[in-house]
């Protein structure tokens, strides 16, 4: 327990991370194949809309014994209730009795009138036709239902883009951006697989979970922003290890806040779909549940990799990537060196071909390529800024005390005089016999 203790600290540190932006290539390709799925499940099957947006007929009664909801849908169908008929059991939290509910497209006075006839007589509902209620919404109320939905939706897109152009700047604004289009995609192709009921309170759940991402990228984003402001001047790190190590500093923090969030929404959607049936507790819940799983997933695997592609694109940070790399690979220097040691390699293996023209001949070769690659080192110093060339003339400089003493010249008209000791015993000075007591004059002995 300690060592998962620590891990948040580990994270936040750095010591290990999860590359999330070098795996760009993966999360784009699960998303795309999700939104493949999402976009063809909308054009084939689209959205159960309820009558609140299509407008149409809703009738309720009281449960009785025997009903089940096909047996209630083909009831109404056979009175001329239409071929779309939609029945479900609703027991209200209140503590009231349950009822069906059932909703089907516009009916005439005539058509309702003969599906209240029906229920009555196959169901016997208590009060007998009186216990029978009947809502018809009109299409136009319903038009301008999703007329206003519609319309709420691109005023927080709009107000949304504005705010984080203003707040950050607009690159970032542009990654947030195609983070809610993905979590509304996908929240909406849900929704049509699985053929779920689209109520106003969908939409209602919908707008809330793009608020809920938007905050949980916000929030990684400012961490991205704090981590890359000082690399232009350090260089030490490109964008993608700034804005990766934003990502794992604020992962835990990510999916916590996920957790606190879908586990209520979790066991409200359990006890909508079970106990309480078709409601508008049901529909909130359902949306949230989604999309939440959707707006965590988009903010760490979506919006800082679209926002690292697109900040990359710029001439400071190609540049501060290659420099990285260099000294990643250990400068220039240390390409050249190795450049040249293949090049002195290609050419002793082109003296040692034993005198076999095939081998000379791809000796020659070698040597040729590697001569090649020594002067394509050298003209890539010409690429240098002037900061990296003087780095790279300190690598290649040999420093004064690394000099071997025997390759100092020699004043004119004397031997050069060589720094290698004699091996062997060293040879001890000779002493003059009596030197061993005799002190200098003036002074004492001491005691």
């Known amino acids: 327990m300690s060592r998962l ?58 449960v009785t014994s025997g009903a089940t909801a096909t047996g209630v849908e083909q009831t109404v169908k056979a009175a001329g209730g239409g071929a779309y008929a939609s029945a479900s059991e609703v027991k209200p939290l ?3 009795p349950a009822f069906w509910q059932v909703q089907t497209g516009q009916l005439t006075t005539g058509q309702t009138r003969s599906v209240e006839n029906a229920i009555v007589s196959t169901y016997h509902p208590k009060n007998g036709a009186t216990g029978v209620s009947v809502t018809t919404v009109s299409a136009s ?48 192709g849900v929704y049509a697989l699985a053929h779920f009921q689209v109520s106003p309170a969908t939409v209602i759940g919908l707008l809330t ?27 030490k790190s490109n964008y993608s290890q700034a804005a990766n190590l934003a990502l794992n500093q604020t992962l835990v923090r990510s999916i916590n806040t996920s957790l606190i969030a879908l586990l209520p929404v979790a066991a409200i959607l359990v006890v909508g779909t079970s106990l309480l049936g078709n409601g508008e507790l049901k529909d909130l819940s359902l949306v949230l549940f989604v999309g939440m799983l959707s707006g965590t997933y988009s903010s760490i695997c979506i919006a800082t990799p679209v926002l690292t592609d697109l900040k990359e694109r710029q001439p400071q940070y190609k540049q501060l990537a290659r420099q990285v790399a260099r000294q990643a690979a250990g ?13 002195a390699a290609a050419a002793a293996s082109a003296t040692a071909g034993n005198g076999r023209k095939a081998g000379a001949s ?86």
């Open 209 to 235: 979970i793009l608020g809920y991402s938007l905050y949980d990228t916000v929030v990684v984003f400012d961490k991205v922003r704090e981590n890359t402001a000082p690399i232009l001047g350090t260089r």
């Open 94 to 96: 209140d503590g009231s």
């Open 141 to 188: 109320w319903g038009s301008q239902i999703s007329q206003k939905a519609a319309i709420a939706l691109v005023a927080f897109m709009i107000v949304i883009v504005l705010y984080l152009s203003i707040a950050f700047e607009w690159r970032m604004a542009a990654a947030a951006f195609v983070a809610l289009l993905h979590d509304i995609v996908i929240t909406v």
């Open 362 to 447: 791809a000796g020659n070769g070698s040597a040729v390529a590697a001569t090649a690659d020594l002067a394509d080192a050298d003209l890539a110093d010409a690429d240098l800024d002037p900061v990296d060339a003087t780095a790279a003339e300190e690598e290649e400089a040999p420093l004064a005390d690394q000099v071997p003493a025997s390759q100092t010249a020699a004043p004119s008209g004397q031997p050069a005089r060589s720094s290698v000791r004699p091996t062997g015993q060293r040879q001890q000075p000779t002493r003059r016999p009596g030197s061993t007591n005799r002190r200098p004059s003036g002074k004492k002995k001491r005691r």
């Open 5 to 62: 203790g620590n891990i948040p600290g580990r994270l936040y540190r750095g010591e290990v991370s999860v590359d999330f932006v070098g795996r760009r290539r993966l999360w784009y390709s699960i998303s795309g194949a999700i939104l493949v799925i999402s976009v063809v499940a909308l054009a084939v099957f689209g959205l159960n809309f309820s009558i609140d947006f299509k407008g149409g007929t809703q009738i309720q009664f009281p």
């Open 331 to 343: 400068g220039r220097g240390a390409i050249r060196r190795a450049a040249k040691e293949q090049a």
